[in-house]
C-alpha cells in the first residue's frame, strides 16, 4: 500500500510513511485507498486471538510486512497487557465499555505505543536507514508516559517528551518524571500542550534543527498520534468489539454499531471511522469533548475555530483546540483533493480557524455527531453511573458516557452503543474521589487510599508505588527555549 500526504507529497511505502512520522510538506500521511474486509473475513476472524486480529489488519496497510512479522511484533507488544487489550464489560442492555487501559501506563495510548517501537524499527530495516532515532513527543499527560515505556531502553533510540508543567494530572506527571531507562528525556514546558505541539511540529518542519540532529546521528521521528504507525493499531479494537460482540451472540453479523470516543487529537475516533471505511459495520460514531468543544461546533456548523478560551479540565488528555488529526477527516471530506486541504490548514495557521461548508461536511461525513460535556456534568456522571451500575469511570470515560446519554436523548438510537474507556480511574483520584463522595483531597495517594477504601476498588500496584520512586527528570523550560533544551538533550 502507498501514503500520500494529506497536502500532496507522496507516495511513499507504509514504512517510510512510519519513519517520517509527519510529512516534509507538514501533512499527515493517508493510505492511498481503504484495504477492505469483507463480511467472510470479519465472520472468520472471530476466533483469532487479539494478536492475530492486530496483525491481520496492520497487513492491509502495512504490505510490504508479512503477516508471520507482524504477528511477532503485536505478540510481545500485546504481552505486556495485563490481560485481554480490549476487554468489553456490558453495563446495560445493549451498551457496552470497552476498557483499553490494561497496558503498562493504564490509558488508551498502550495500544499503540507498546507496538510503535517494533514497527519503527522493522521499517527501518526494510528502508535500509542505518541512522539512530530520536522520538520527539508532546504530550498532554497520557501519550507521554506510554511512549517512555514503549522506548524505553529500546536500542538506537533517545526519546525526548515534552509536557506542560502544569497542565498536567499529579500521576501522570510522577508517571513521568520517574521514568528510568538510558534513553529517555522528559522536559517540561511553562505553556500548554497546544504550545508543545506547536514546539514539536516547528522542530520537525525546521532543517537547521534537523541538520544538527544529523551531525549527532539522528533522524527525527514522531510517536503523536500523527504517525500512522499509532494510528493503525487503533483500528484493531474496533474491529475487536464487534468480533467480540459477534462470538457472544450480542449482534448478528453485518448488524451496525455505534462507538461513543472521549477525543482530543482526534486519533482515536478517527481510527473508528477508518475501520468504517473498511467495511466495518458501523452507524455513528459520536464524538465526546469536555468544554474544550472545538469539535463539537466543527461537527455541528463545519467552523473549526481555535480562538477561544483554553480550559484546564478534569479530563486533561483531552484539553486541546488544536486536534491534529482531523486533518485526515478533512482530507476525505475534501475529496482527497489536497491543495483544498493545504489551503485549508494554512488558514488555521494564519487565522485560528477555518470553514467547511455545512452540507458538504454532513454529505461526507454523516456517521460523526458531537456532544460536550461540562465539568459539573462529567462529575454527576461518575458519581451516577458508579451509584446505578457500581462501575467507576475515569474522568475521559466520563466525558464520553455523558455524550451517549446526550446522544440518546437527541436521537434515540436502537444500535448496540460500545462506549470507549481510556483510562484507569486511579490515574486521576482526586478528581474521581470527588465526584463519588464528595471528599476534597488535594494529595494525590492520599485520594486514592480513600477511592479505594470508598469503592472497594483495587489500586493498580505501579500507581500505588509511584509515591517512593526518585524523580529522575525536573528540568522545566520556558517556551521560548525549547528547541534549545531538546539539542542540549542529546549527545552527539
Ligand atoms: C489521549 C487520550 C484521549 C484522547 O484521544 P485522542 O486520540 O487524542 O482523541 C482521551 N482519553 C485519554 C485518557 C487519553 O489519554
Known amino acids: 500500500m502507498e501514503f500520500y500526504s494529506t497536502r500532496g507529497e507522496g507516495p511513499v511505502s ?22 477492505v474486509i469483507t463480511q467472510e473475513e470479519l465472520e472468520d476472524m472471530v476466533g483469532l486471538e487479539y494478536p492475530e486480529r492486530a496483525a491481520y489488519i496492520l497487513n492491509k496497510y502495512l504490505t510490504e510486512f508479512s503477516y508471520e512479522e507482524l504477528l511477532s511484533y503485536t505478540e510481545k507488544a500485546y504481552a505486556r497487557f495485563d490481560g485481554y487489550p480490549a476487554p468489553l464489560t456490558k453495563v446495560d442492555e445493549g451498551t457496552y465499555i470497552m476498557e483499553l487501559w490494561h497496558g503498562p501506563t493504564f490509558a488508551f495510548k498502550d495500544i499503540a505505543l507498546t507496538l510503535l517501537p517494533y514497527l519503527l524499527n522493522g ?3 526494510k528502508e535500509g536507514e542505518g541512522k539512530k532515532t ?7 499527560g497520557d501519550t507521554g508516559k506510554a511512549a517512555l515505556e514503549g522506548f524505553k531502553d529500546v536500542g538506537n533510540t533517545e526519546i525526548i517528551v515534552l509536557y506542560p508543567s502544569e497542565g498536567v494530572s499529579d500521576m501522570q506527571k510522577l508517571q513521568m518524571i520517574t521514568t528510568e ?21 516547528k522542530i520537525f518542519a525546521s532543517k537547521e534543527m534537523k541538520e544538527k540532529f544529523a551531525e549527532k546521528g539522528y533522524e527525527l521521528s514522531s510517536a503523536n498520534s500523527i504517525n500512522f504507525g499509532r494510528l493503525a493499531p487503533q483500528i484493531v ?3 475487536s468489539a464487534y468480533l467480540d460482540l459477534l462470538a457472544e451472540g450480542e449482534i448478528e ?3 451496525n454499531i455505534d462507538f461513543i470516543v472521549p477525543s482530543g487529537n482526534f486519533g482515536n475516533i478517527l481510527a473508528g471511522y477508518y475501520a468504517k471505511r473498511m467495511g466495518l459495520p458501523v452507524k455513528q460514531l459520536v464524538v465526546a469533548s469536555n468544554v474544550n468543544n472545538v469539535l463539537t461546533e466543527f461537527f455541528d456548523t463545519g467552523l473549526y475555530d481555535t480562538r477561544r478560551k483554553f480550559h484546564k479540565t478534569m479530563s486533561p488528555s483531552m484539553d486541546i483546540l488544536v486536534s491534529s488529526n482531523l486533518e485526515r477527516l478533512v482530507y476525505e471530506i475534501m475529496n482527497r483533493e489536497s491543495d483544498r486541504v493545504s489551503g485549508l490548514m494554512e488558514e488555521l495557521a494564519k487565522e485560528g480557524n477555518y470553514a467547511v461548508d455545512e452540507d458538504t461536511l454532513y454529505d461526507a461525513v454523516p456517521e ?29 470515560t466520563a466525558v464520553a458516557v455523558s455524550a451517549y446519554f446526550k446522544f440518546m436523548n437527541d436521537v434515540y438510537d436502537d444500535a448496540s452503543a460500545v462506549i470507549l474507556s481510556t483510562a484507569n480511574p486511579y490515574k486521576f483520584p482526586q478528581s474521581v474521589l470527588s ?39 525536573n528540568l522545566v523550560v520556558e517556551k521560548e527555549d525549547i528547541a534549545e533544551a531538546v539539542l542540549g538533550a542529546i549527545k552527539g
Open 435 to 473: 465526584a463519588v463522595s464528595g471528599t476534597e483531597e488535594r494529595d494525590a495517594f492520599k485520594a486514592v487510599k480513600k477511592l479505594a477504601g470508598f469503592t472497594g476498588t483495587e489500586v493498580p500496584e505501579d500507581i500505588a508505588n509511584l509515591k517512593n520512586k526518585p524523580v529522575l527528570h
Open 181 to 201: 531507562g538510558k534513553n529517555t528525556h522528559v522536559i517540561g514546558i511553562k505553556g500548554n500542550f497546544d504550545d508543545a505541539q506547536t514546539a514539536v511540529k
Open 14 to 35: 507504509g514504512a517510510r510513511a512510519i519513519i517520517n512520522g509527519i510529512a516534509k510538506d507538514g501533512g499527515l500521511y493517508v493510505p492511498a485507498e481503504f484495504p
Open 253 to 255: 453479523p453485518g448488524e
Open 368 to 396: 460523526f455527531l458531537g456532544y460536550y460535556s461540562t465539568e459539573e456534568e462529567t462529575k454527576d456522571v461518575i458519581n451516577n453511573v458508579y451509584e446505578e451500575y457500581g462501575y467507576l469511570l475515569d474522568p475521559h
Open 237 to 239: 479494537y474496533y474491529f
Open 134 to 140: 530520536l522520538i520527539l513527543v508532546a504530550t498532554s
Open 123 to 125: 521499517s527501518k530495516e
